[in-house]
């Protein structure tokens, strides 16, 4: 799902909280987080106006309003183009965070291949650890992509990334697998 700038309308959330439970606080900030909501002023959060994100802030507000705090959730359209562009720098710029961290834990699990590979480690207990934290790299793709509402700059390059994953895995495997055919020979 894109987002074009033009007329984009974005839904706002400005809230307040007792600072005690501190566990409410953290609750609602991660729920922020992973919504893949930017915060661009405090405790003002902003998402693309649709009727899932819509709904998402109804729900943060009824939790806010719940445990003693106050909630504001708006409609904005911004003034300028400016504006716009200052917002949507501001979503690709935390996309890219969160892919930087998933390249850097790409580039462990091709190391990873690389050092069992030169050390002969071609058992299956190695090729299942490898194939697990590969599918956690890929879940977690496909979640920063779901709240990746712009495309940002680094979305490729982990698209890319994940794929050299893949066929080093599969090279692995096929190793695996030939390896154990040849010792039953």
């Known amino acids: ?12 959330i400005n809230y307040s909280l007792p600072k005690e439970p501190s566990r409410v606080r953290v609750s609602v900030w991660r729920k922020l987080k992973k919504s893949g909501a930017v915060i661009l002023g405090q405790s003002v959060w902003f998402l693309p106006m649709n009727d899932n994100n819509e709904a998402f802030f109804q729900k943060i507000s009824a939790e806010i309003t719940l445990n003693g705090g106050e909630s504001y959730i708006m409609r904005m359209i911004p003034h300028n183009e400016s504006t716009s562009e200052r917002i949507v ?6 996309r890219d965070e969160e892919y930087v961290e998933l390249l850097e834990q790409c580039d462990y699990l091709l190391c990873e291949l690389e050092k069992e590979s030169g050390l002969g480690k071609f058992t299956f207990a190695e090729l299942e650890e490898n194939e697990d934290e590969f599918q956690k790299l890929t879940d977690w793709y496909h979640k920063i992509r779901e709240r990746d509402f712009h495309g940002a700059p680094l979305y490729l390059s982990a698209e890319e990334k994940l794929e050299q994953c893949r066929t080093k895995l599969d090279t692995f495997s096929c190793e695996v697998y030939q ?7």
């Open 89 to 94: 720098a501001a979503f690709n710029q935390a």
């Open 1 to 12: 799902m894109r987002y074009h700038m033009d007329h984009q309308e974005w839904l706002t």
């Open 179 to 185: 390896r154990s055919y040849e010792s039953t020979q």
